[in-house]
């Protein structure tokens, strides 16, 4: 059952966008389209999170543009582990900031649990902000993404 909560007056087409990117960005990191996932963020983006000092061997969890993105997500991507799933119940919304989880309990077991937040301007998304449950986290521990390659 998915539950979108989102102001009601917000303009047509921002409620498009919204839903747009909600829709795809799920659609195309489950299918490893990452050519039309990178289409998704402004070219001068930020993403923030626990997995790109992990998988690009760095100290700053932040990528600074579209190409940075592009090679977290290039890694990323045939790596995903065997317990990263893509079950979610709806997002929240106030027109310029999306927010959605992907819960650790689903009602076929557990994922991988995370929350993404993203702001949103001009139909794309300009700032990406990942936070990680204990079961995302328990599988940077165990280094999973790259035991399950």
């Keep these: 059952m998915s539950h979108n909560i989102s102001r009601t007056d917000l303009p047509q087409n921002t409620a498009q966008d919204i839903e747009r990117i909600y829709r795809e960005w799920d659609r195309t990191w489950s299918a490893d389209d990452l050519a039309a996932m990178i289409e998704l963020y402004a070219p001068t983006a930020t993403l923030e999170s626990p997995l790109v000092p992990h998988l690009l061997q760095?100290?700053?969890?932040?990528?600074?543009?579209?190409?940075?993105?592009?090679?977290?997500?290039?890694?990323?991507?045939?790596?995903?582990?065997?317990?990263?799933?893509?079950?979610?119940?709806?997002?929240?919304?106030?027109?310029?900031?999306?927010i959605w989880e992907y819960p650790r309990a689903t009602p076929d077991g557990e994922q991988m649990d995370f929350v993404e937040v993203m702001d949103i301007a001009n139909g794309q998304i300009q700032a990406h902000r990942v936070y990680w449950g204990w079961r995302g986290v328990e599988v940077i521990k165990v280094d999973a993404y790259y035991k399950d390659r």
């Design 58 to 98: 760095g100290n700053q969890g932040v990528l600074k543009n579209r190409e940075e993105i592009r090679r977290l997500l290039e890694q990323a991507a045939p790596r995903k582990p065997g317990t990263r799933h893509f079950y979610r119940r709806g997002y929240y919304t106030d027109g310029t900031t999306l």
